[in-house]
């Protein structure tokens, strides 16, 4: 099973540290990775939030930018079926722990303005 973290809005820059855990039934994390930092750039799509179907728009968003961070082997078929406690009616229950900060732009980070 693979797990990604996009940001969909407006033009941004932000980086991010962000966790993904399985929860038990008592929701307890029993199952997770060490968090990890990413960098995301923002898809731009005009008022996001007033746009129906937006689990559309986030496999659009995916298709056109890329999956976002996170992990390509999150837990594997194996692994999950030997911790059967964590499926329930063929479910699970995910959760991704985010803190979020803006990346401000820098005069390191420009191109140096052309001075001919």
């Known amino acids: 099973m693979s797990v ?29 990775l060490p968090a990890e930092t ?11 939030d007033s ?10 968003a995916i298709d056109e930018q890329g999956p976002g961070c996170g992990h390509d082997d999150f837990i594997g078929t194996e692994e999950l079926e ?5 499926i329930r009616d063929d479910s699970i229950l995910l959760r991704c722990d985010v803190g979020v900060a803006q990346i401000e732009e820098s005069w390191l ?3 140096e303005p052309n001075n001919s």
Do not use: C, M
């Not at 932000?14 to 399985?22: E, G, M, N």
């Open 51 to 60: 746009l129906p179907g937006s689990r559309r728009l986030v496999q659009t």
């Open 82 to 86: 030997r911790r059967e406690h964590l």
């Open 38 to 48: 990413g960098s995301f750039t923002s898809v731009a799509y005009p008022d996001v």
């Open 4 to 32: 990604y973290l996009q940001l969909i809005g407006h033009n941004q820059r932000l980086q991010a540290r962000y966790k993904f855990s399985l929860l038990d039934h008592d929701g307890v994390a029993a199952y997770e």
């Open 109 to 111: 980070a420009r191109e």
